[in-house]
C-alpha cells in the first residue's frame, strides 16, 4: 500500500465521501470531489485548523477519540476502521473498554431517522452524536467539550438540558444515570477514561457521591418529556431509549404522535433550529 499513511487516508476517504451520504445538502458546484474539510471537521468533532494538520502530517498523534470520531465521520467499514487505527499508532478499542463506534448498520439506521431528533450515548452517557434535529429541539451540541458532554455531569452539577422534569422526576433521572453508570465501572474495571470521570464526578458533586454508594435499586425513568423549546413553547414527546447490546450504545429517539399539535411545535422546532444552525 505504497504512500498509504495516516494523513492520505484521511484525506482520500474524505474525497470519497458525498456530502449526501453524511445528511448534507450538496449546495453549489463543488470544486473537489466529496466532503470539504470544514465538513468533516463539524461532523467529527475538531477544529478545520486541527483537521488540516492531520490530513498534511503536521498533527501526528490524535486521540483514540479523534480516530474513532474520523472512522464514524468518513463512514469507514469495519476493516477500514481497524486500518486507521493501526496508521495512527493505535489499536481499535477491545471490548474491555467502552465503545463509542457506530456500526455502519447502525449508521444506516440514524441516516433513516434524519428528520427525527436523535443523540446517541455510550455506556457511561457520553454523548456520542447528535443530529441536527436533536441540536434544534434540545440546544447545539457540537460546541460541547470533555466532561460536557456526559448526561450525568450535566444533570447533577452542570446546566442540565430543556427538559422540564418535577422535583420526583428529575431525582429518579438522576438515580438512573448514576445506576448505570455503576453498571459501566463494572464492565469495564480496565477503562481509564471511565474511572477518571467517575473521579472528577466524585470531586465535584458530593450528591453523586451519595448516589453512587447507595443500594437503592434504579427506578424506571419516564418514557414522556416535556421539552421548553426557547421559540416555540412546551412541546410533550415521546422519549424511547433504544439499546445497541453488542457496542452498548443507547440511541435515545424523541416523536411526537401524528397530527398532534405537539408533533407541529416540534416540526417547528426543527425547522426554525435547523435554518439557525446553518446560518
Not at 476502521?81 to 456500526?103: C, K, M
Not at 439506521?109 to 455506556?123: H, I, Q, S
Not at 477514561?193 to 473521579?199: G, K, Q, S, V
Not at 448516589?211 to 435499586?217: C, Y
Amino acid at each position: 500500500m505504497e504512500n498509504w499513511d495516516f494523513a492520505s487516508a484521511v484525506r482520500r476517504w474524505r474525497e470519497r465521501v458525498t456530502p449526501d451520504a453524511v445528511g448534507l445538502p450538496t449546495g453549489e458546484r463543488r470544486r473537489a470531489p466529496g466532503l470539504r474539510r470544514e465538513e468533516l471537521a463539524g461532523l467529527v468533532g475538531i477544529s478545520v485548523d486541527y483537521l488540516t494538520r492531520l490530513e498534511q502530517g503536521r498533527a501526528t498523534s490524535p486521540s483514540a477519540q479523534v480516530v474513532e470520531a474520523l472512522a464514524r465521520g468518513l463512514r469507514l467499514s469495519d476493516r477500514e476502521r481497524e486500518l486507521l487505527f493501526r496508521l495512527s499508532g493505535q489499536t481499535a478499542p477491545g471490548n474491555d473498554l467502552v465503545s463509542t463506534r457506530i456500526a455502519p448498520s447502525v449508521q444506516r439506521l440514524l441516516d433513516r431517522l434524519a428528520n427525527t431528533p436523535v443523540a446517541v450515548y455510550d455506556a457511561t452517557w457520553t454523548l456520542v452524536i447528535a443530529n441536527a434535529p436533536y441540536d434544534a429541539l434540545m440546544g447545539e451540541t457540537s460546541s460541547l467539550r470533555g466532561i460536557e458532554r456526559n448526561a450525568v455531569w450535566r444533570n447533577l452539577v452542570g446546566p442540565g438540558n430543556r427538559s422540564v422534569q418535577t422535583a420526583s422526576e428529575k431525582a429518579e433521572l438522576e438515580m438512573q444515570l448514576v445506576a448505570d453508570l455503576r453498571l459501566a465501572e463494572a464492565r469495564y474495571p480496565a477503562d481509564r477514561r471511565l474511572r477518571r470521570l467517575i473521579n472528577e464526578l466524585g470531586a465535584t458533586s458530593p450528591h453523586f457521591v451519595e448516589l453512587w454508594n447507595s443500594d437503592a435499586p434504579a427506578p424506571r425513568t419516564a418514557r414522556n418529556k416535556v421539552i421548553e423549546h426557547p421559540a416555540v413553547g412546551p412541546i410533550a414527546l415521546d422519549c424511547d431509549t433504544l439499546v445497541v447490546a453488542e457496542d452498548d450504545l443507547r440511541v435515545m429517539v424523541y416523536s411526537a404522535e401524528p397530527g398532534t399539535a405537539d408533533a407541529e411545535r416540534l416540526a417547528l422546532a426543527i425547522v426554525l433550529g435547523t435554518q439557525q444552525l446553518v446560518e
